[in-house]
């Protein structure tokens, strides 16, 4: 039996996203110990009810404080070694980095890192970065460096990322496997024809800049001036502060240009009714969610020829590539698939054959299962 710390960040997107892959470690009869920083007593009972161990610890996503940081690594290090682990799986950068560190100092002997992205550090913008963006890069890149080696295992889901990873670390990069996406259960998200009558282009995401939200409700306003018949849906809550805030969202929304759902629970539901899926994101992605539970409904794609993202369209096959940061390089995409409803039914179909080639939950967590050593 082995003792694993899977350590993240909220316990809803580990339980979303992990907790199909938890169970089976716990199947297999391992002892889980879930690492978040954000249990309240009710999820910590959710929690012990799969058949995991919550365990909370305290992490800032933002800062660059290195005696907080530290303190991180000491919080992490004492768990470790009071809860006897001896498997550490880390994901997200931060706790990537932190966990892996403290296992190493807690000699866990087998300690799996895995990055999702680079994130907001490594997005390339239109305009010049925040003197706290470049310090944030700078540092992160010297953590990748001393830290990940410290891993006997790096897990990836990009080319993109892996060609990143192995120049910042150089010789001393761990051995490294690269994934694809986390996969999605392709029953749960069941393909369905979409819809052409009227034609509807979605956006479900969080609405940051480097989501590309701006380009999407840009390109909305321009294409429903011209087919007024074509629906635009958005589904995601406002971000003051790194997106669009809920009184410029407004303006579209009382103009008609977007239908807009707010924070929805069952976001399946939606993306059966609708007919594309659209993500314009220039974030540093890993390989977004968000595009292969469309893939699986078989919907096809509309996102931007960047990392992370190109790896969800064949161009022209189930979807379109577009340029990042360009407007029109979106709404040429969106005209040609509304000039060609057939090409949406075609595309869609496409889309579910990629996810079930490479985006299938139970053949992903497989892999998962194997680089775990479980």
């Known amino acids: 039996m082995q003792r694993i710390a899977v350590v993240g960040k909220e316990v809803h997107v580990m339980l979303g996203f992990r907790g199909e892959l938890m169970k089976q470690m716990v199947a297999r009869g391992h002892r889980v110990y879930a690492f978040a920083i954000d249990y309240t007593e009710e999820s910590e009972a959710y929690v012990r009810g799969l058949g995991f161990i919550p365990v909370r610890y305290q992490l800032d996503g933002y800062t660059l404080n290195p005696l907080h940081e530290l303190k991180v690594v000491w919080a992490l290090y004492r768990a470790f070694k009071r809860l006897e682990i001896t498997v550490s799986y880390c994901y997200f950068a931060k706790p990537a980095l932190y966990g892996t560190y403290a296992a190493w100092l807690a000699k866990v002997p087998h300690r799996v890192a895995k990055l999702e992205g680079l994130g907001r550090p490594f997005t390339e913008t239109e305009g010049k970065k925040s003197r706290r963006l470049v310090l944030a890069k700078w540092f992160q890149k010297r953590l990748f460096k001393w830290i990940l ?21 150089g010789a001393k990069q761990p051995k490294t496997t690269l994934l694809g996406g986390i996969g999605v259960c392709l029953d749960k998200f069941a393909v369905s ?31 429903k001036h011209r087919y007024p018949l074509v629906e635009f849906w958005l589904i995601g809550l406002p971000d003051s502060l790194h997106g669009i ?9 009382n103009q008609g240009v977007v239908k807009y759902f707010g924070h929805v629970d069952n ?5 059966h009714q609708s007919s594309v899926f659209v993500l314009p994101s220039y974030y540093r992605e890993g390989l977004p969610r968000s595009s292969q539970e ?26 379109y590539l577009v340029k990042p940061h360009d407007k029109q390089s979106l709404i040429d995409a969106m005209e040609k698939l509304i000039s060609n409803p057939e090409l949406i039914v075609s595309m869609g179909r496409a889309s579910r054959q990629l996810a079930e080639k490479k985006f299938n939950v139970i053949e992903v967590n497989e892999r998962m299962l194997e680089v775990l050593e479980l």
């Open 149 to 169: 080696p410290k891993a006997t295992m790096l897990v990836l889901l990009n080319h993109d990322d892996e060609r990143e990873i192995a120049q910042i670390c």
């Open 193 to 223: 024809e979409p819809p052409i009558s009227p034609i509807r282009f979605i956006f479900s995401g969080r609405l940051l800049n480097e989501k590309g939200i701006r380009y999407y409700l840009q390109a909305a306003e321009e294409v």
């Open 245 to 253: 805030s809920e009184q410029e969202l407004s303006v579209f929304i």
């Open 267 to 271: 976001v399946t539901h939606y993306l």
């Open 294 to 319: 469309a893939l699986a409904i078989g919907r096809p794609i509309i996102t931007t020829d960047a990392p992370g993202c190109r790896e969800t369209v064949d161009h022209e096959i189930n979807g």
